[in-house]
């Protein structure tokens, strides 16, 4: 069994700064990608950041420049620090990490979601 815990989050004015982490235990043979998506009211979910392989990182056009996605490979967790927020930024922020459990496949495995909201 995985799991993929998030914490962090919560509510902050315009123009703030809040971090969210995640962190996966469990069966874990080998750890791919991790990541963020959002689902902000009314919208689709969306990637946000993430870190791929030990060094490239991949950004929303929305969040460049404010966002910050990082990762500890000895603790299998990824951060994402945000900062400058916006009330856009709004949503329920998910975690995905693709997971090998020892079956020689990756599996994309979530979070329970954490709620970002930013006032105006």
């Known amino acids: 069994q995985v799991q993929v815990v998030e914490s962090g989050g919560g509510l902050v004015q315009r123009g703030g700064s809040l971090s969210v982490s995640c962190a996966a235990s469990g069966r874990i043979v080998r750890l791919g990608t991790m990541g963020w998506y959002r689902q902000r009211p009314g919208k689709e979910r969306e990637l946000v950041a993430q870190?791929?392989?030990?060094?490239?990182?991949k950004y929303a056009d929305s969040v460049k420049g404010r966002f910050a996605i990082s990762r500890d490979y000895v603790k299998n967790t990824v951060t994402l620090q945000m900062n400058s927020l916006e009330p856009e930024d709004t949503a329920i922020y998910y975690c995905?990490?693709?997971?090998?459990?020892?079956?020689?496949?990756?599996?994309?495995?979530w979070g329970q979601g954490t709620q970002v909201t930013v006032s105006s």
């Open positions: 995905n990490t693709l997971i090998d459990t020892g079956r020689g496949v990756f599996t994309a495995y």
């Open positions: 870190v791929i392989g030990y060094e490239d990182t």
